[in-house]
């Protein structure tokens, strides 16, 4: 079955940088986009960006581009999102989704909580 | 950038019907509207996706349209276990994605 499994919950200080990954499985990586989305505590979900997991493009939401860099590792099945220059504001759950066609994001991961805190 | 627009809640008895609306621009509102349903600490799930297109899976009761620059989800016969909050997607046509800010759905 398809499974996204993200890593575990962080903490970072502002101006830091963090590293989110989504490791999947039941199925071929490279076949299914990967997206990102975040969610900060009581609002709504927020569309990040995409990578294409068979040639390595990607796409970002004009609010991220150039703090958020979305990576993929075909050998390890493993996508990759990493925001630099933290600031309290980033505090939010982290998801990865796979989508099957355009906005058919029909399986996601756990979710990954980042606190940025001094 | 893009905006969507949703009712902040919708509620409903149990067995009642409920519609939630999703509304845009044209260009906002194309052919690729999606919806999740999302329960308290949960991921999202997708319930809808290309306006009105159901996954395997997810109940009948659960069906989606558009007029113009509106979407709609509606939920018939509805139970208890719909309550969550809902949000709706669009694509935005550029290779990006927006989501609307979420409709709060109580079952009374």
């Known amino acids: 079955q398809v499974q996204l499994v993200q890593s575990g919950a962080e903490v970072k200080k502002p101006g830091a940088s963090v590293k989110v990954s989504c490791k999947a499985s039941?199925?071929?990586?490279?076949?299914?986009?990967i997206h990102w989305v975040r969610q900060a505590p009581g609002q709504r979900l927020e569309w990040m960006g995409w990578i294409n997991t068979g040639n390595g493009n990607t796409k970002y939401s004009e609010k991220f581009q150039g703090r958020v860099t979305i990576t993929r590792d075909t050998s390890a099945s493993t996508a990759h999102m990493e925001v630099v220059s933290l600031r309290s504001e980033d505090t939010a759950v982290y998801y990865c989704?796979?989508?099957?066609?355009?906005?058919?994001?029909?399986?996601w991961g756990q979710g990954t909580l980042v606190t940025v805190s001094s | 950038q893009s905006a969507l627009t949703q009712p902040p809640s919708v509620s409903g008895s149990p067995g009642q019907s409920v519609t939630i609306s999703c509304t845009g621009t044209s260009s906002d509102v194309g052919r690729y509207v999606s919806w999740f349903q999302q329960p308290p600490g949960a991921a999202p799930k997708l319930m809808i996706y290309e306006v009105s297109i159901r996954p395997s899976g997810v109940p009948d009761r659960f069906s989606g349209s558009k007029s113009a620059n509106t979407a709609s989800l509606t939920i018939s016969g509805l139970q208890a276990e719909d309550e969550a909050d809902y949000y709706c997607s669009s694509y935005t046509g550029s290779s990006t994605y927006v989501f609307g800010p979420g409709t709060k759905v109580t079952v009374l």
């Open positions: 039941g199925y071929t990586f490279n076949s299914y986009a």
């Open positions: 989704a796979r989508d099957v066609a355009i906005g058919m994001f029909e399986y």
